[in-house]
């Protein structure tokens, strides 16, 4: 899997300055910007506030809240100078996500309080299509995004979204902007970067839908694995997540994590649920890592890190997780992580944890 943002961010803020340059001696003060409550101006100047200020929270690697400034622009300036500023803030935060580590963070307050380099570029390719469109609607122009740069916001932003027959009309619809057939108008919305559980010497990094379509095909989903590759079991958890997400039942906290080594920032293997858990609070765990990364605690120390997490919510009494009877280093792993026995029925056995 190819490293995203820096390019879409590019192709999102081209394809909207070629069409709104078709319009700028038009009144964009007077008209307002679809069903928004601001003018297209105000819309314009708000795509560009919203690109530099992602390009800073990357930037500065603020931890805690927005990196306090805003954008200012000279007075008197016309139309056509707006997109240039929508121009020069596209490629400010082209250049911050080409240029930050993969591994760094930065606050951003929906829904877990930091995105990643891919999470920024992402909803700056959000802003952009989407303002567009309202600006769109406003000057009576056609607006249409290419397909796939819709596609990879709604894996990236919209975990919780089931995907609709195309992926433009879809991603209108969960930003209130449009209907689709057969499903509630949306009236309230928030785009979800991945939940991120801290462990000691690992992080455990929620897979995206994007992430989880690439390793299921046999790629990295945008990882560096020690030993090249993921194990099978963390493929496996990805086909699941991918099916759970094409069916509209993904929901982000309940996937699959992507254990990433602080030190060196590689992965080295993968954890996470088989589903939110049931009606009677309880939830299944799985995991496995990659063999050159066995033998040194990494999967007790990820398991009790989720757990923790888990069992934390109202909404979980216990976790259980099934382990072949001949895994013997499986079942070593639950027992250190707190979990006991409770069944055995001659091929696997259940370990349970309780709150």
Known sequence: MQ???GDQVEQAVAGAVALLRTATDRDWEGVRAGRLEWSCRQTAEHVASDLIAYAGQLAGRARSAYVPFEITLDEGTEN???LDVIEATGALLTAAVRTTPREVRAFHPYPFGSADREGFAAMGVAEVLLHTHDIAQGLGLDHEPPAELCEDVLSRLFPHVRPGPAAWPT???????G?????????EWRWSNPLVIPAERLSLQGATPAAARDLDRGGSGGFVWVGGAPYEGTRGAAGMVVKAYESGAH???WG???LVRREDGCAVGG???HGPPDEEGRAEVGYDLAEPARGRGYATEALRALSAWALAREDVRRLYA????????SQRVVTRAGFTQVGDDGEELTYELRR
Do not use: S
Request: overall charge positive; hydrophobic content about 45%; charged content about 25%.
């Open 3 to 5: 490293a995203w943002g």
């Open 80 to 82: 056509a100078g707006v």
């Open 171 to 177: 991603l209108l619809w969960a930003t209130g902007r």
């Open 179 to 187: 209907e689709l057939p057969g499903r509630a108008p949306v009236t």
């Open 251 to 253: 929901r982000p906290e």
């Open 256 to 258: 699959l994590f992507v």
């Open 271 to 273: 954890m996470g649920f």
């Open 322 to 329: 099934r382990i072949d009877r001949d895994n013997g280093p």
